[in-house]
């Protein structure tokens, strides 16, 4: 039987963190997208979304959103979330408890708003509140963007809709999965515990 130690864990989680950073402007990485959970009352919701950047001290995740969206008014009424990373290839999964904070019409927000594309921009346009129900397919972007970007004057509008959401995390539990015996482990203020996978 393979004997895993605690200087091994530390190598993984590391390894792991070098990969979420490449995972910010690497679309191709698996960690560059992630599954974000919520509660509604009392309900677990989940969706994908985009990680925009990453910091590991403080262990902080961020992404952007329209702050019209179920997500965003789930996380003003409660803050606690699980961000979940998942590769495939490598088989590992990466599980983080956070607690969200909401950048909107602030500093951060403005700061990478001016940095956000204008085909990007123009999807914080639309009339229509996130998932929100419909007569009818709608893509919520303004009919004359549908086919070119807006100009950047007209994009303002829609920062009123634009947030940067942070998610400062606790604690990570990191499960490597292998034919002879999974790795499993948590980091919670730089202390490493092992668990049973």
Request: proline share 5%.
């Amino acid at each position: 039987m393979k004997k895993i130690s605690i200087n091994h864990i530390k190598d993984i989680y590391n390894r792991e963190l070098k990969y979420l950073k490449d995972g910010i402007l690497n679309s191709k990485n698996p960690y560059h997208f992630f599954s974000l959970s919520t509660s509604f009352d009392n309900v677990p919701e989940s969706r994908m979304v985009v990680m925009r950047y990453f910091s590991v001290s403080p262990l902080q995740i961020f992404f952007n959103a329209d702050f019209r969206s179920p997500k965003v008014k789930q996380l003003i009424t409660n803050t606690n979330c699980t961000a979940l990373f998942y590769d495939n290839i490598r088989k590992m999964q990466l599980r983080f408890k956070c607690e969200a904070v909401i950048h909107y019409r602030n500093k951060l927000s403005k700061l990478k708003w001016d940095q956000t594309l204008l085909q990007s921009r123009k999807c914080y346009m639309g009339d229509y509140t996130p998932s929100e129900m419909t007569d009818d397919w709608e893509p919520n972007i303004p009919n004359e963007y549908s086919k070119k970007d807006p100009d950047r004057d007209v994009s303002e509008i829609g920062y009123n809709n634009f947030v940067v959401m942070e998610l400062l995390a606790h604690s990570v539990d990191i499960l490597e999965l292998h034919h002879d015996g999974h790795i499993r482990f948590k980091v919670e203020d730089n202390n490493f515990f092992f668990i049973a996978p």
